[in-house]
Every structure is written in C-alpha cells, then in structure tokens.
T-cell receptor, first 109, second 112 residues
Framework: GENVEQHPSTLSVQEGDSAVIKCTYSDSASNYFPWYKQELGKRPQLIIDIRSNVGEKKDQRIAVTLNKTAKHFSLHITETQPEDSAVYFC????????FGAGTRLTVKP | DSGVTQTPKHLITATGQRVTLRCSPRSGDLSVYWYQQSLDQGLQFLIQ???????AKGNILERFSAQQFPDLHSELNLSSLELGDSALYFC???????????FGPGTRLTVL
C-alpha cells in the first residue's frame, strides 16, 4: 500500500519567514495530494491540494509543488504569521488516503 | 463547519467495553472514511465505505467494525476496548468522483 513520509517533524520559524514541509510517497499511481492543517483538538482542515497532472498550485501565501518523477511534494508558506502555528499533514491518495506523520509548525512573533 | 457531524463528542468508558461512534456525511457525499488519531500521532486510516459498501480497508483491528446505512450515515463499533484505543476518531466524507475529504469534529474516546 501507499507509504507517505513527511519532514521535518517540527519546524520553528520567525514571523515573516517562509516555511517548507516536504513529503515523499511510494505508490506511483497516487494522483491526489492534499495538505491539511490541524489546530490542537480540532479537525484537520484542507488548506490546499494538487492533482498529478499539475506541477504547482498557489493560493495566496500557500503553494504546493509536485514532482511526480521523484515522487515528492512540498508545502510552502510565505510571510508566516503566528496563526499559521499548527500541525500540518500531507497525504497521498489513489483510492484510500494515507497521511504523513505531521509537522508541528511554530511561528514565533 | 465542514458539514460532517459526529456523535458523541466525548466518550469515557472502561476496558473490555464496547462503544459505537456515529458519523453523518455532508449532504450528497456517498463516501465515508474513518481515521484514528492517537495522542501526538498522525491520522491512521481505518476503513472507507462508499454508498453502503466497504471500499477500502486500512489498519483496522479485528475488534473494530464499521458499516454504512442506507441513509449514508456510518457507525464505527469498537469492542473489547483496551487502554491503547484511547484516541480521537475522525470520520470524513467526500463527493463522488473526487478524493477531496472533509472531516468531522471527531469523537474523543477515553478508555480507563
């Protein structure tokens, strides 16, 4: 089955800096790659996603890139703000969805 | 609010007991997924149902079972509970033909 690895497990940045989280996947047939943000005790919320026929997608301060050949995808957050502090999960899906272990992002004011 | 509802919000029970968690998907969504999230852990995929039929199975223990009813709500049954089953249990639903999943608020299960 699909195996998703996510790095780093924790990331601390200064407000205004950029943050990058990277994921790799094993199943070359996976075709959907979402990113979720989860605040403490709350539900995971979809923040951006990308499909395998697209290499990059941007939504305001958030962007995701996908390299199908290398089987990795990344989340980029620019101009980070304290409210970006949360746990971020990547996932890869063909039919069922498998999640990475998560990255705890802390943005220091 | 994602439109996915889960009940109860919190559940406290003892080892060896059996509980049922309930999920109602967003209106029109045919797929329901169940996930387990232990403390400071990632989301472990348990099982997926599509329009009443089991579609995919993940790391679901034999003590756990699920079903999806004709009105599309789903129940996750956990039996012979152990301390290690304490976790947040999320369900998610998706629109037919897409993988995009929307999560419910979760049920926090505490096994004492």
């Amino acid at each position: 089955g699909e195996n998703v690895e996510q790095h780093p497990s924790t990331l601390s940045v200064q407000e205004g800096d950029s943050a990058v989280i990277k994921c790799t996947y094993s199943d070359s047939a996976s075709n959907y790659f979402p990113w979720y943000k989860q605040e403490l005790g709350k539900r995971p919320q979809l923040i951006i996603d990308i499909r395998s026929n697209v290499g990059e997608k941007k939504d305001q301060r958030i962007a995701v890139t996908l390299n199908k050949t290398a089987k990795h995808f990344s989340l980029h957050i620019t101009e980070t703000q304290p409210e970006d502090s949360a746990v971020y999960f990547c996932a890869a899906s063909r039919n069922d969805m498998r999640f990475g272990a998560g990255t705890r992002l802390t943005v220091k004011p | 609010d994602s439109g996915v509802t889960q009940t109860p919000k919190h559940l406290i029970t003892a080892t060896g007991q059996r509980v049922t968690l309930r999920c109602s998907p967003r209106s029109g969504d045919l797929s329901v997924y169940w996930y387990q999230q232990s403390l400071d852990q990632g989301l472990q995929f348990l099982i997926q149902y599509y329009n009443g039929e089991e579609r995919a199975k993940g790391n679901i223990l034999e003590r756990f079972s699920a079903q999806q009813f004709p009105d599309l709500h789903s129940e996750l049954n956990l039996s012979s509970l152990e301390l290690g089953d304490s976790a947040l249990y999320f369900c998610a639903s998706s629109v037919q033909g897409t993988n995009e999943q929307f999560f419910g608020p979760g049920t926090r299960l505490t096994v004492l």
